[in-house]
């Protein structure tokens, strides 16, 4: 008998090492498929998941860990573009109304990277109408980023266009939160019924 626990014991840690090394069953291809079906209903589609399927954890995500890539994807593009608008107010000679439309763009960056750091601890926690709110700050941050660079003469510079990138990409993470809520909602009522 103990011979045969010993054999299963062995048996079930083999299994455990095998498949903690192999490839995610449901991605043969080395794509999620879940990433397609959370970008499903985002105003752009193929940002979406190019962004999510250029980070590696996304290949064997879960929709939660997904929202939660997709957070730090518009982070991280937030946190370079607000190195790019240091850099720009830095070592740029800038006409008075452009630089201060930068410095207005800074302050909106570290409000919005803040939003995107609050949204993260808030998915986390499952506190998914903290995360809506947060994200839709950090949304509001780049509208009004956006609306001085509208005014900005000349806005020859690279900054409207990363804004434009930034704002898409939050409002990316939005809908993939809002999926994920509408997802978990389903699920709950489907389990309740």
Known sequence: MRLVINNVVLFVGILCLYLSFSPPINAADGNNPLV??????????????????????????????????????????????????????????LEPAVEQNFQDCEDNYISATQQLDGAVSSLVSKNYKDTKMFLESAIDDAITCDNGLRKMPGNQLELPHRNIMFRQLCINALDVVLFLTTFKSSYLNAIID
């Open 36 to 93: 397609a079906h959370a970008c499903e209903k985002v105003k752009a589609k193929d940002l979406c998941v190019s962004s999510l399927m250029a980070e590696h954890a996304s290949k064997s995500a879960d929709l939660a860990t997904l929202a939660l890539i997709s957070i730090k994807v518009a982070s991280n593009n937030g946190t370079n573009t607000s190195f790019y608008i240091k850099k720009s107010l830095d070592t740029q000679k």
